[in-house]
């Protein structure tokens, strides 16, 4: 794991890499790769280094050039495969100095050119430059577990960095809003696709590779998740689990290729004890785990965590956040993770991720089990919201519809039965965009027509939050609303919680793996006929019928609980003054964006018991993030006021 940074300037530009800029920009992301630096500069073209190193120690200093010195790669990540190709490299020629993944990836480049990434499997995001052809060639893995991002001037120079910090470094543009972006945001808790909270800056999609050669840029996609049955020889549910158990087991194996202290973040939950029952007989030590709670017991699963500690005799630690600590924390990690924190949960990871700094450098995670097989009740309600309301539509009148959404929005305001019945088929057309994107939306459709000054709805040019995942599902072969639910929060919700892991871990200069996320399992999870991931209220269904009998059957029984951060509590108590100076406070409502009376209104509700908790946090974060980098403010560390006058709005 490391942070990787680059300049490619054309010739329209006339300029040459300054060493100084590059260097300024490598190191604003020191705390990606604390343990080493580097730098190379061919005229215009520059690329930097930060390392954290985890394999080959000793060597493996980036950037790396071939045997021939015609190539220069900067790299991040794990190649979990790059051993098996050293023998056939060698025999073809190629002669090895590390036994670093970063040199496979140049070998294999200079065998295959841009269809190398077709030969990895892992986590990366890469740049080669490639003296000979006078190209530049980026990439980044299948399931986008490792960032990139980068702005293309209107010279054509190209400045990309693992972290937008580090393009704001080379002073090559400055920070402004992308209001283009603001709807997706505001609906589906951070922006999907390439575009970027800030004007100018885009992501390289995951899957995806960029040529650059004298300003002229070309992006293809190179992988995607395909959800196309076979069961060839009509294949028994048995055996595609046991074949599932075996992929899994092995994605777990892999990574566990580390030459310094590794460990796991366990939560309690299914999937991360399943990393742990799996993990505990390939080791001979004890596994080192590490779990984070809150104080409250609605946000607290450490008793879970221990259960599985105690079953396969971890060596177990926890940290337990307060809120003082929590809202200390923030705006810190505004500041990492580059745009406002999508969820409460980031804080919490990044507390655990110090926790485990302290005896590990690298650690097993959970992550995309939920978006592969289907673990969110918003897929089992949506399916069945759908079913019915199709049936609902086509039985009863225009007339007694209305009649019944009518009296649904009579009911008194703080009725939960009200409250229910409004994101039902009785209350919404029954089609996917209703039934699931605006319904587990953040802000609505109708609520962003209410949250937005006229002004701010012009500036966003009047886009869709749903254009990118409406383009989504045009695009993918899957054809049951659940698999297409599927492949839709793959390609955006589950990449947001990539980046939390990754930045938060990063934040705290220590390596995440996900076994789930290894490419050749998702590419036969997805395969799978439905039942095997949602099976009536089962969800997980291959993932837990593999670890039956291996993992306690509370752990298997037990409902998903996520990761609850108390969050609307805090903001109705003690931490109210956190709403009212980043969301109440003039500053904030002078920037014209948001209308005032919207505000208010969703603040003053929230206070009288609806839970608006999710809504005021991104409306806190925003404008966090505006006074970080729009404003260039430097935070003082503290996300509370230094007086409880605002206390009042």
Known sequence: MCGINGIALSSRSGRRVDAGVLARMRDVIMHRGPD???????????????????????????????EDGTLHITYNGEIYNHADFRAQLEARG?????????ETILHLYEEHGAECVLHLRGMFAFAVWDQTRRELFIA????????????????????????????FAADALKPEINFAALPDYLANHATSGEETLFRGIKRLLPGHTLRWRDGQVDIKRYWD?????????????????????????????????????L???????????????????????PIKTFSVAFKEREANELEYARLISSAYKTNHHE????????????????????????????????????????????????????????GYARYRKTILNLALGARYYGAMP?????????????????????QKLLRTFLSLQPDIESIYFDNFSVFSRTLQNDLLTPETRARTGGIDPYSGVRNLLAQTDAESPLDRLLYADIKTYLHELLMKQDQMSMAASIESRVPFLDHKLVEFTSSLPERLKLRGWTTKYVLRKSMK???????????????????????????????????????????????EECVRTLVKRHDAGEDHSERLWALVNFEMWQRRFIDGEHPSGDARPESEAVLAG
């Open 225 to 261: 998740v395909s959800f196309a049955k076979s069961e060839p020889g009509g294949r028994s549910d048995q055996d595609l689990i046991e074949e599932w158990s075996e992929l899994f087991r092995k994605a777990v194996r892999l990574r566990l290729m580390a030459d310094v202290p």
């Open 398 to 418: 225009e007339g007694i519809r209305n009649a019944v959404r009518n009296r649904i929005e009579g009911l008194p305001r703080g009725s939960k039965v009200r």
């Open 140 to 167: 980044r893995d299948r399931l986008g577990v490792k960032p990139l991002y980068y702005f293309h001037a209107d010279d054509g120079s190209l400045y990309f960095g693992s972290e937008i910090k580090t393009l």
């Open 263 to 285: 460990g796991m973040f366990l939560s309690g939950g299914i999937d991360s004890s399943a990393i742990a029952a799996v993990m505990s007989g390939m080791v001979s030590e």
């Open 549 to 595: 009998g291996i993992l306690p059957e509370s752990i298997l029984s037990r409902p998903k609980m996520g990761f609850p951060v108390p969050i609307g509590k805090w903001f109705r108590g003690e931490y109210r003054s956190v709403v009212g100076e980043y969301v109440l406070s003039g500053r904030a409502l002078e920037r014209g964006i948001f209308q």
């Open 319 to 374: 940290v337990v956040v307060s809120p003082e600590d929590f809202f200390t924390a923030l705006p810190k990690l505004v500041w990492h993770e580059d745009e406002p924190l999508a969820h409460p949960s980031s804080v919490a990871l990044y507390f655990v991720s110090k926790l485990a700094a302290q005896h590990v450098k690298v650690v097993l995670t959970g992550e995309g089990s939920d978006e592969l097989l289907a």
């Open 36 to 66: 080493d630096e580097g730098i190379f500069i061919d005229g215009a073209v520059g690329l930097g280094h930060r390392r954290l190193s985890i394999v080959d120690v000793a060597s493996g200093h980036q950037p790396m050039t071939n």
């Open 94 to 102: 190629h002669v090895y100095r590390t036994h670093c993944d970063t």
